[in-house]
């Protein structure tokens, strides 16, 4: 009982680590020379062509930065985007001036990579109290050497994100940032993992 308590706790701590880290920044970087006031209302923005991803997207972004004079706003919320690669400029310069938007944020899916990888059979070194006899360590050891190995595709997803101000005619890049997501277990937890690291990077660069 012991012996699988402790592999218990190994396994959800290592679980735990792995949730945990499995956003990474690869990038950050902030425009030196921009020293214009600071944003008050924020158009979020994410590129895909899956509606339900970038409205998902969306909506966390937006709900995570919004704070006391910060007002964001969803693109799905003011923003048309019909299906095809077709994109009018004018009607979204339109779109930001009509709803006073003073900066916009936007993230779009950059890459993602595979690979294939083996993964041994686990060993795991828990002494006491079995080691103090042949059958307690026998029993123990015995499916530890036996565990076989196995194939596991990992998947790395690569995200851009850019921030830029609305003040100038062309829209002035004031921060982008690369963030890589490991192994998402589904969409969901990949937006929650960026959307936490932006925002904290944003805090941390004083942009918000």
């Known amino acids: 009982m012991r012996r699988q308590a402790i592999l218990v706790f190994v ?3 290592a ?5 945990a880290a499995s956003t990474k920044l690869v990038m950050s970087w902030k425009n030196p020379g921009y020293t214009a006031p600071n944003f008050h209302r924020m158009l979020v923005l994410g590129m895909s062509d899956k509606t339900e991803i970038r409205a998902d997207f969306e909506d966390a972004l937006s709900s995570r930065i919004a704070r006391p004079g910060i007002e964001t706003i969803p693109g799905n919320q003011i923003l048309l985007r019909p299906e095809g690669a077709t994109v009018n400029l004018d009607y979204i310069k339109s779109q930001v001036r009509s709803n006073q938007i003073d900066c916009v944020i936007v993230s779009r899916l950059v890459k993602v990579d595979k690979n ?5 059979g686990q060993t795991y070194y828990l002494p006491y109290p079995y080691y103090g006899s042949f059958y307690g360590y026998y029993g123990a050891i015995y499916q530890q050497v036996y ?3 196995y194939l596991r595709e990992e998947k790395k997803v690569r995200i851009e994100t850019n921030l830029y101000s609305t003040s100038g005619p062309q829209g002035e890049l004031v921060w982008t940032a690369i963030s890589d997501t490991f192994d998402p277990a589904s969409a969901k937890k990949a937006i ?17």
């Open 116 to 120: 294939i990888k083996y993964v041994p």
């Open 192 to 208: 929650d993992g960026v959307v936490k690291l932006v925002v904290k990077e944003l805090e941390k660069e004083k942009v918000i």
């Open 147 to 149: 565990t076989p190995g």
């Open 11 to 13: 396994t959800v701590a």
């Open 15 to 19: 679980c735990a680590a792995l949730l």
